[in-house]
């Protein structure tokens, strides 16, 4: 890719990507560097819209080098509008969690309840089960009394229970660390 060249990258900007300092950053202008974790995602977005399946028909007919540019425009105005938008309304987080298993377990007790009641039962519950395998090892009406502060007790309890048992099932343990990759 083009301006790979050692270069010190500058900050993020409030997008969260990290512009290198030979670009301009506009609409008009594509992408000269792009972030580890982008340039991971595109090679395999590229793979993926190369084989068969592609969810984009007749991409297979272009040729790479015209795909890859196709792409990195797509790339380029999706960045500017993500960079505009926090510039415009900010980048709040909600209060989400960094991990993804407590993302999980809060997006499950956020549902139809009022943002004060699901943090504080998200709060409670870790506080009761610092780890989510010990939730699963409770007696139900205990995990339905600790989330019927925010409502829908037996409805969130069962998705807790459901979600975390796939989650134990597939990885040993109550944890999407495994999943990140």
């Known amino acids: 890719m083009a301006g790979e060249e050692d270069v010190a990258p500058v900050a993020p900007d409030r997008s ?19 972030p580890p974790s982008v340039s991971l995602w ?3 977005l590229l793979e993926r819209i190369r084989s068969r399946r592609s969810p984009f028909p007749g991409a297979g ?5 015209q795909l890859g540019d196709r792409l990195d425009a797509g790339i380029s105005y999706l960045r500017e509008v993500a960079r505009i938008l926090a510039v415009l309304y900010g980048t709040p987080d909600l209060g989400n969690k960094p991990d993804p298993t407590d993302e ?5 007790l956020s549902r139809k309840t009022p943002e004060k009641a699901y943090q504080g039962t998200f709060d409670a519950l870790k ?18 009394r600790l989330v019927n502060p925010g409502g829908l007790a037996g409805k969130k309890a069962t ?8 989650i134990r099932e597939t990885f040993g343990r109550c944890s ?4 990140r990759d």
């Open 104 to 108: 999980l377990v809060y997006i499950i």
């Open 42 to 44: 595109r090679r395999r």
């Open 159 to 166: 998705s807790l229970f459901g979600a975390l048992t796939r």
């Open 16 to 34: 969260g990507w990290t512009p290198h300092p030979s670009e301009r950053r506009d609409f008009l202008n594509r992408i000269r560097a792009f």
């Open 127 to 144: 506080a009761r089960f610092p780890r989510w395998d010990d939730l699963l090892d409770a007696p139900r009406e205990e995990v339905e």
């Open 61 to 65: 007919e272009i040729d790479a080098e």
């Open 176 to 179: 999407l660390e495994p999943a």
